[in-house]
């Protein structure tokens, strides 16, 4: 499974950002998760969503202002993210595994740079 996320960029306080995660090479994961990583911090993970039926997981820190959701025609996964703070910037990544969990991914993208500041 190859991961591509992309939608990072700069973002003033309160702003929102929408990132995505384009799956390809195989099917043969059952849940996309997103993370991130601020500098000097470890990562953390956010969110994930299962391919087949949807479910969601959210961690703490998303919960109310980011969702989560899929496009199985496209094979995407997206991050909406809204009321972005300074604490939000960091490298964001999709993962992709067989289970579903918040640790342990088999399969990693590249990373997208969120950075949010006025």
């Known amino acids: 499974v190859q991961l591509q996320a992309s939608g990072g960029g700069l973002v003033q306080p309160g702003g929102s950002l929408r990132l995505s995660c384009a799956a390809s090479g195989s099917s043969d994961y059952y849940a996309i998760g997103w993370f991130r990583q601020a500098l000097e911090k470890e990562r953390e993970w956010l969110s994930i969503i299962t391919r087949k039926d949807g479910t969601t997981w959210y961690a703490d820190s998303a919960k109310g202002r980011f969702t989560i959701s899929r496009d199985n025609a496209k094979n995407t996964v997206d991050l909406q993210m809204n009321n972005l703070q300074p604490e939000d910037t960091a490298i964001y990544y999709c993962?992709?595994?067989?289970?579903?969990?918040?640790?342990?991914?088999?399969?990693w993208g590249q990373g997208t740079l969120v950075t949010v500041s006025s």
């Open positions: 993962a992709a595994d067989r289970r579903f969990s918040q640790t342990g991914y088999e399969y």
